[in-house]
């Protein structure tokens, strides 16, 4: 009797607790929109597809440094058939303190991507930092993305999800897949369905390189597909840190089921004001789609 009731209490408590895990409760329950069982694609339009045999590439620098940059940019990403440039004009910063080169480009930023995306027909995708900004973000954007810095920034992500805009949510460095899909779920609820997921790399003790700052879970991937139907792009680029590493990075994504890249380029990594070591040159770029192609069809996937 006594050993009994004893079982009952931990079966009662068993799903009361926080948990790092996701459990069929939690399926049912909390995160019942983002673990529906129905296939969601998420269409950019002029035959962007998110979700589909197609992985979509988004590429770009870190910051919209200057229109010239964002043209050399535009130019490279059309002769490598890419659709979608990224580039922030309002950029969160892990530290507080911007060197004397770099501040955010902002509204200015925004003009010269239009300008971009008019001339290169491209479809944009940039940060969204603050409620303030959306009007103009919206104004351009495609896909409006979410930080990892920003994943559980609840009024943020509701503002965000009211526009109806396509939504790239990063996940925390730090965030269990658990409260991952409870910050998808925040934006699900207010009736936005056009929502990706974009693992980023998370922290652990060591990365082998002090250059190194996160690491890429690549297991997420599968993981999050067994339970939730929405597109799952992987950023290799902000997980390792590390230009050298990124096309490995970039093939296991594909191998792993990913349905998106954000890949950053630039034409002088060096010179890029932030994150220097990370981006890509022009022709480390090319070979890096060539062979994404190659293991894309190995998969029964398709880079065009
Ligand atoms: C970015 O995409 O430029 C970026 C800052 O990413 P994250 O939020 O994943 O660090
Ligand atoms: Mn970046």
């Keep these: 009797m006594k050993n009994n009731s004893k079982k009952i209490f931990v079966k009662s408590l068993s799903n009361k607790f926080p948990t790092k895990d996701i459990t069929l409760d939690d399926q049912k329950d909390k995160l019942k929109l983002s673990t529906s069982k129905k296939n969601i694609i998420v269409d950019i339009g002029d035959g962007v597809i998110f979700g589909k045999k197609e992985i979509p590439i988004i590429a770009g620098p870190n910051g919209i440094e200057s229109y010239n940059l964002m043209r050399k940019v535009a130019k490279c990403l059309k002769q490598n058939n890419v659709k979608l440039i990224r580039g922030h004009a309002y950029k969160p910063l892990t530290f507080p303190y911007r060197s004397s080169q770099y501040g955010e480009t902002q509204d200015l930023g925004m003009d010269w991507i239009d300008k971009i995306k008019k001339e290169f027909k491209f479809k944009v995708v940039t940060e969204i930092t603050e409620i303030r900004y959306l009007e103009r973000v919206c104004r351009t954007a495609d896909i409006l993305q979410i930080g990892s810095r ?17 939504i790239i949510l990063k996940r925390h460095f730090g965030s269990s897949l658990r409260d991952f899909l409870g910050a998808a779920e925040h934006i699900l609820v207010e009736g936005n369905k056009k929502l990706i997921l974009c693992e980023r790399g998370v922290s652990i003790p060591h990365t082998h390189r002090d250059t190194s700052r996160f690491a890429l879970d690549i297991q997420a991937i599968p993981a999050l597909k067994e339970i939730c139907k929405y597109p799952i792009i992987s950023d290799p680029s ?49 070979n890096l789609i060539k062979t994404s192609r190659s293991v894309a069809k190995s998969v029964k996937r398709e880079i065009n």
């Design 150 to 166: 920003n994943m559980q920034n609840l009024e943020l992500l509701r503002e965000v999800a009211n526009t109806n805009f396509p």
């Design 238 to 286: 902000h997980a390792s840190f590390w230009a050298p590493w990124v096309p490995s990075l970039t093939f296991a994504s594909i191998a792993a089921g990913c349905d998106g890249l954000i890949i950053e380029m630039h034409p002088n990594p060096k010179k890029s004001l932030v994150d220097p070591l990370q981006p890509l040159n022009f022709n480390q770029f090319k």
